[in-house]
């Protein structure tokens, strides 16, 4: 009953720049952590940029790209700059939700992916 919807993506040439954007929605109490991964042909996915447990990058984009947006209103977007060949993947949403009823008294903590978007950087 959680859903990530991604947005953003596509071809770009060497030295360009994407935002991606992210949007959550369905019946979430809070929003506890917000991020980005990408998984190329051949590779296992992993963890681009996240922010609400604090901010943080993967070594290989720190100073080109940028995580912004605001967890509240459940959104988050992905400014990518001096794109380089090997950014090349599909990107997904990544989310850390917390459902259940507060009338009830009840929570969970629940994962979401969003359905990925490509991103492709020519040479």
């Not at 990530?4 to 071809?11: D, F, N, Q, Y």
């Not at 935002?19 to 929605?25: D, G, I, Q, V």
């Not at 369905?26 to 447990?53: C, D, F, N």
Request: glycine share 14%; proline share 2%.
């Amino acid at each position: 009953q959680v859903h990530l919807v991604e947005s953003g993506g596509g071809l770009v040439q060497f030295g360009g720049s994407l935002r991606l954007s992210c949007a959550a929605s369905g019946s979430i109490i809070s929003t506890k952590i917000m991020g980005w991964y990408r998984q190329a042909p051949g590779k296992e996915r992993e963890l681009v940029a996240s922010m609400g447990s604090g901010t943080n990058y993967a070594d290989s984009v720190k100073g080109r790209f940028t995580i912004s947006g605001d967890i509240s209103k459940n959104t988050v977007y992905l400014q990518m700059n001096s794109l380089k060949p090997e950014d090349t993947a599909v990107y997904y949403c990544n989310s850390e939700v917390i459902t259940g009823s507060v009338r009830e008294g009840r929570f969970r903590s629940l994962e979401v992916w969003g359905q990925g978007t490509q991103v492709t950087v020519s040479s």
